[in-house]
């Protein structure tokens, strides 16, 4: 097939996703694909089928320990770089290997459904609900076998001008100690641990910095970890621990950050909770072909799902992947499954 992946973008995880992009495209090479590799928000001069390569294997892409600067790029004031939509069309399919933004949040996948062109993934309902936290947690409020911690909207219009009466309701609704995070970010951009009255402000500031929306949800302290959904498949729980801090950009993307163990060492009945847990919300949400939820097992017992992931990771560190190995399924193989299940959606319809 004829394959284009589609990375970069503008958002604060245009890094995650370059190398996201340069890693899934050399795999599909290795499956025998003949694929372009394609930054969103990149110029294309000319259009042909010379773009599409039978072998990337020199392309790479770093990870700073910080997030991009995209300012420049959001100023040119357009998503698609001159002639990525025209590349896109020439394709089989576009493997999204975005993460965050338009990219994540079901708008990219709304354009492409409007122009006919096959992608991998969620489709733009699952991707929109999925990357709302809030929205998310209203509509696994009621799911039987998925528990989500307690939590709050935060919103910039009622926020700004009203900083330390916001503070005080936000304290009385969630307590101390409590999680700030961006309502639609990803990669744990903008994401702080409160753990004392005078970090509430500076955390709902930066949060909403990000984004208009945000969420303040009671911390629970466990142990984390994610459980990948392949083909409506639960894979095994892998258990993330940051060596310092907690699971933050720089922990998830630099190497000898975190130790990460799959499959977890559970008793087999936590697992399978967390397994059970992960399918229902990636049913509940609408999604198909992957996803990945991440969880908290407290100190204190009890399993609470956290967010659902419809574009998880493809680095050589990310979650997914690992949980695919452990059972037996190499990184090649991962890719070409999630093509695979992508276009079973469309012989459906």
């Known amino acids: 097939m004829k394959i284009v992946v589609l990375c970069g973008g503008i958002s604060p995880e245009r890094d995650v996703s370059l190398s996201t992009g340069a890693q899934v495209a050399k795999a599909l090479c290795k499956k025998g694909h003949r694929v372009a590799l394609v930054d969103s928000a990149a110029d294309i001069d000319k259009v042909s089928d010379d773009l599409f390569?039978?072998?990337?294997?020199?392309?790479?892409?770093?990870?700073?320990?910080?997030?991009?600067?995209?300012?420049?790029?959001?100023?040119?004031?357009?998503?698609?770089?001159?002639?990525?939509?025209?590349?896109?069309?020439?394709?089989d399919v576009v493997f999204t290997a975005m993460h965050g933004g338009a990219g994540e949040d079901g708008s990219l996948q709304a354009a492409f459904d409007l122009l006919g062109i096959k992608y991998t993934g969620s489709g733009h309902k699952g991707c929109a609900v999925s990357m709302d936290k809030v929205v998310t947690k209203r509509i696994m409020a009621p799911v039987k076998g998925v528990?989500?911690?307690?939590?709050?909207?935060l919103n910039r219009g009622d926020f700004d001008g009203n900083e330390l009466s916001y503070t005080d309701e936000v304290l009385k609704e969630v307590g101390l100690p409590m999680v700030i995070k961006?309502?639609?970010?990803?990669?744990?951009?903008?994401?702080?641990?409160v753990r004392e009255e005078a970090e509430l402000l500076p955390a709902i500031e930066l949060a909403l910095s990000y984004e208009p929306k945000a969420v303040a949800e009671e911390y629970i302290k466990g142990r984390e970890f994610s459980v990948g959904v392949l083909g409506g498949r639960a894979l095994p729980p892998i258990e993330i621990k940051p060596k310092s801090g907690f699971y933050d950009y720089k922990n998830k993307y630099q190497s000898g950050m975190t130790?990460?163990?799959?499959?977890?060492?559970?008793?087999?009945?936590?697992?399978?909770?967390?397994?059970?847990?992960?399918?229902?919300?990636?049913?509940?949400?609408?999604?198909?072909?992957?996803?990945?939820?991440?969880?908290?097992?407290?100190?204190?017992?009890?399993?609470?799902?956290?967010?659902?992931?419809?574009?998880?990771?493809?680095?050589?560190?990310?979650?997914?992947?690992?949980?695919?190995?452990?059972?037996?399924?190499?990184?090649?193989?991962l890719c070409q499954i999630i093509v695979n299940e992508s276009l079973n959606k469309y012989d459906k319809d």
């Open 259 to 333: 130790d990460e163990i799959c499959p977890a060492d559970i008793p087999e009945e936590v697992a399978e909770e967390m397994k059970a847990a992960a399918v229902k919300v990636h049913e509940e949400l609408g999604l198909s072909a992957y996803s990945r939820t991440d969880f908290i097992l407290a100190d204190e017992g009890g399993v609470y799902a956290l967010e659902a992931n419809t574009l998880p990771g493809m680095t050589a560190m990310s979650l997914l992947p690992q949980e695919a190995k452990a059972v037996g399924i190499g990184f090649p193989e």
């Open 182 to 193: 961006p309502a639609g970010g990803g990669s744990s951009v903008g994401v702080s641990i």
């Open 53 to 91: 390569k039978s072998d990337l294997g020199g392309v790479s892409a770093l990870i700073g320990d910080t997030a991009p600067d995209i300012g420049a790029l959001m100023e040119r004031g357009e998503y698609f770089g001159r002639n990525v939509i025209e590349v896109c069309r020439a394709a």
């Open 147 to 153: 528990s989500m911690p307690r939590g709050v909207a």
